[in-house]
């Protein structure tokens, strides 16, 4: 989706969302995994809790599906609070990083397990089961053992015996972990189409930004416990709201600098010593003198042999290293600062030279609304 | 690729350590059971004279007869010992297993820093002779033993109980002596079980208990069958268990056996019991070899 759909219930006032956290805090002994977190979560959504490990993503994720309590704060579903519910009477269902296949049940067997424990009668079962086979493409493995199974197979049998109980919300705990870099892109394109068909609520937790940021409506970005930013991948690519989201999400150059005044919808930012200000584009307007990072995307960063005219900031450095990615070139610029700039190229032509070669004296250059100046 | 010499005896040790332990014993007591009885030394006949050449194996062979095995299917004493042998056995096995089980899965439920500690305690015992924990149950259980005394001590019976030298104090014998052998195989399964499997099931909608029975269960039965099969194979010819606790009460083939060959002499007749004990146990020891096969293959 990646804001290219109008859904967006998240911006709609009177929208009522699916899932409320409310100022949830967790605690493990002494030890703090949730710090005070409210989010909401909507319909239909597919919401990807993003953080590094140990940020708490997925005592997140297992108080929802009611395997921890929280120590503190609500998690309301429609409107009621889930907290007391068993996890067996919830209307959440979950698919285990380990995918926690039975290896004594086969696929059929396992896909039917949640519908025989509802007391579901058998011919319904029946024809569930094999409805979620087909959308899963299993059909012809009902009859084997998980152990008979790839690991992509796995995967699929691990989301159709939770999406078989038709859940509310659908946990995913690195849903795409266990799977080699191809089958994982292709298989997160299923997942989104499988998602669509259905209409259910996702939320998935990872580590892989890449992932989270092709397959999800918004993105949590977790840090200490705590949610860093909550925004459409799109938005928190272009604009992060401190320097961890920033780095976290993708490549990113940060300059430390001062606040200057503001002029012209932007403002100056002293950076070095003898070097001109650069100018920012922003709307945060710190106070004068404060201290300030601009984070600044590699692949809106120019390079050029000699300096560039009419480019809103330029600054010379040294080229100390060349990356070479086939598709595009990164370089890396020393600024007089010691500071390092990565300035991306895409090679649109093929053996592309810029005649730009180690240890030689570069401008790099961007505009002055390429950047995001942080505060934080 | 030719093997050396030294490579062919090292194949072959294995062979001849049967051949010589097993095989060669077992074709003796075979060939004692098919005599008769005399009162000679040793005490049957015929006995094998190499010296009378080809006339002389044909008279052994012609001696040789079923007439021992003829007698223990008639004579309803070993029928029934048998029979006592196998209940006593399948009782004291289903005891063995609920007892067993349950401390496995309290192992394997148990934190991880304290599990090799209680392993460790289940294999304890093994440390002191076996026929001095079955003794020191005698001191537990007669009559004026610190069980009873206990009991009488906190008012819980008026009088002593009498345990010893009755079936129930062969049952608690065998399932004290066995019991480590049903618990480390259970637990070896549900220690490395997946917790996230209960996890999912409840997840799925089960109650904790359900998921025991549909999920810790089931796969747990591996280590339940090869428990059951160490515990029941030992003690359906248990012989030291029955004689100090069981008294003359007690019937089992093992001691029928004992009787049989050291009280009455009866050397064909005994070789006779422990040959029919052996094929007895045969068919419990060849469903173990094809349960642990199929273990092999399904992994």
Redesign the interface.
């Given at each position: 989706m990646a804001g290219f759909s109008s859904f967006a219930p998240w911006d709609e006032p009177e929208k009522k969302p699916l899932i409320e956290i409310k100022s949830v805090s967790k605690f493990f002994g002494a030890f703090q995994a949730i710090h005070d977190l409210s989010v909401n979560i909507y319909e239909r959504e597919f919401f990807a809790i993003l953080g590094p490990s140990g940020c708490g993503k997925t005592t997140l994720m297992r108080m929802l599906?009611?395997?921890e309590t929280p120590t503190s704060g609500q998690i309301l579903l429609d409107g009621q609070d889930i907290g007391p519910i068993?996890?067996?009477?919830r209307p959440?269902?979950?698919m285990?990083?380990?995918y926690?296949?039975?290896?004594?049940l086969t696929v059929e067997k396992n896909i039917a397990?949640?519908l025989k424990?509802?007391g579901i009668p058998a011919d319904e079962t029946a024809e569930r089961v094999n409805g979620i086979m087909k959308l899963v493409q299993l059909t012809d493995f009902g009859k084997r053992k998980p152990?008979q199974l790839s690991g992509g197979q796995r995967q699929r049998v691990a989301l159709a015996?939770?999406l078989v109980?038709r859940p509310r919300l659908l946990l995913l705990d690195e849903p795409l972990g266990a799977l080699d870099k191809k089958l994982r892109q292709q298989t997160q394109f299923e997942l989104m189409n499988i998602q669509e068909t259905l209409g259910t609520t996702f939320v998935i937790v990872t580590h892989d930004q890449e992932e989270a940021m092709t397959v999800s409506s918004r993105i949590a970005v977790m840090n200490n416990g705590e949610i860093a930013q909550v925004a459409p991948p799109m938005d928190l690519y272009e604009h992060p709201a401190s320097r961890f989201v920033a780095d976290f999400i993708g490549e990113v150059n940060i300059i430390e600098g001062r606040s200057g005044t503001a002029n012209r919808g932007g403002i100056a930012l002293a950076w070095n010593e003898g070097s001109d200000d650069l100018r920012v584009i922003s709307d945060a307007t710190p106070p004068v003198g404060t201290t300030v990072w601009l984070a600044l995307r590699p692949e809106k960063v120019g390079i050029a042999k000699s300096r560039p005219e009419g480019k809103d900031n330029a600054v010379q450095g040294e080229v100390i290293d060349i990356a070479y990615l086939g598709n595009i070139t990164t370089y890396h610029v020393e600024l007089p600062t010691g500071a390092i700039i990565k300035a991306q190229e895409s090679n649109l032509h093929r053996a592309a030279n810029r005649g730009i070669t180690w240890e030689d004296k570069v401008w790099v250059h961007w505009r002055e609304d390429a950047g995001v100046l942080l505060t934080a | 690729m030719k093997s050396t010499p030294g490579q062919r005896l090292f194949v072959l040790l294995p062979y001849l350590w049967l051949l010589i332990f097993f095989l060669a014993p077992f074709l003796i007591v075979l060939k004692i059971s098919l005599s008769d009885i005399t009162i000679s030394l040793p005490p049957y006949t015929p006995q094998f004279d190499i010296s009378e050449g080809w006339a002389g194996f044909k008279a052994f062979f012609a001696e040789l007869d079923f007439e021992n095995f003829v007698f223990l299917a008639e004579d309803s004493l070993y029928v029934n010992a048998y029979l006592s042998s196998l209940k006593i056995a399948g009782i004291s096995t289903v005891f063995t297993l609920l007892i067993g089980y349950s401390i496995a899965y309290a192992l394997a439920r148990s934190p991880q820093r304290w599990r090799a500690t209680l392993v460790m305690l289940v294999i304890l015992p093994f440390w002191t002779s076996f026929l001095i924990r079955v003794y020191a149950w005698i001191g537990i259980l007669k009559t004026e033993g610190l069980l009873n005394q206990l009991l009488l001590h906190i008012g819980l019976i008026s009088e002593p109980l009498v345990i010893m030298n009755t079936p129930t104090a062969v049952y608690i014998g065998i399932v004290y002596s066995y019991l480590p052998f049903m618990i480390l195989p259970i637990y070896a399964t549900l220690e490395k079980m997946d917790e996230s499997l209960l996890e999912a099931a409840e997840d799925l909608g089960s109650s904790r208990i359900a998921a025991f029975f549909l999920v810790t269960l089931p796969l747990s039965l591996p280590g339940v069958i090869a428990g059951c099969f160490l515990v029941f194979i030992p003690a359906l010819g248990e012989f030291v268990i029955p004689d100090l606790l069981g008294g003359s009460d007690t019937l089992m083939i093992g001691k029928t056996l004992w009787v049989e060959f050291f009280s009455n002499g009866d050397w064909p007749l005994a070789s006779a019991v422990a040959i029919v004990l052996l094929l007895l146990l045969i068919v419990p020891i060849v469903l173990f070899q094809k349960q642990q096969e199929k273990q092999e293959l399904g992994r």
């Open positions: 599906a009611g395997f068993p996890p067996a009477k959440v269902n979950m285990f990083q380990s926690a296949l039975f290896p004594h397990f949640g424990r509802e152990h015996r939770a109980k | -």
